[in-house]
């Protein structure tokens, strides 16, 4: 495989190992809940492992903790850079998201995954990936590790601070 750069699908592969670390999903599971071919998931699992941030085992995978932090808290901004968009309805994310909004008192500018029929409006947050509101919506797991990585990718200074400590709790 020529192509060993990152891209946004190998991120929200890697974020689904890490919301279950203690399952050994198999890439036909992984890609079913993610709603992924079973090829993409294959191709994101092979970077991923070319890379150095997830090891192949003989009991199934293990996430190389401190590297995939490091990226995330350093890259991912740059390999998924995110844009606000208009007001739509969607999942809470970033710092609106339950997972880091007890740390932000007074925002009321709130930023969500957009998902037709999302339980909250807000300015839209350009997904990681395409698939990964509708996975997320699935798996309330999933969605705080992506809100958490969305604080990384718009988040001013303080935001990505909290985000970063947030992130420490699970890797």
Do not use: C
């Amino acid at each position: 495989m020529d192509d060993m750069a990152l891209a946004p699908a190998d991120v929200l592969v890697a974020m689904k190992l890490v919301a279950h670390p203690d399952r050994a999903a198999s890439v036909r599971q992984l890609g079913d809940e993610l709603g992924m071919s079973k090829s993409s998931v294959a191709y994101s699992l092979r970077r991923l492992n070319a890379l150095g941030l997830v090891k192949e085992e003989s009991g199934g995978r293990r996430i190389n903790k401190l590297a995939l932090r490091d990226f995330l808290e350093n890259g991912v901004r740059w390999v998924a850079p995110a844009r606000l968009g208009d007001f739509e309805l969607g999942l809470p994310t970033a710092h609106t998201a339950d997972v880091l909004a007890r740390n932000f008192v007074g925002d009321a500018d709130p930023v969500v995954m957009p998902l037709a029929h999302g339980p909250v409006r807000g300015r839209a947050v350009s997904p990681l990936h395409p698939l990964a509101p509708k996975a997320a919506a699935q798996d309330e797991r999933l969605h705080r590790l992506l809100a958490v990585v969305d604080a990384l990718r718009i988040g001013r200074a303080r935001d990505r601070q909290v985000a970063a400590k947030e992130l420490r709790s699970w890797l």
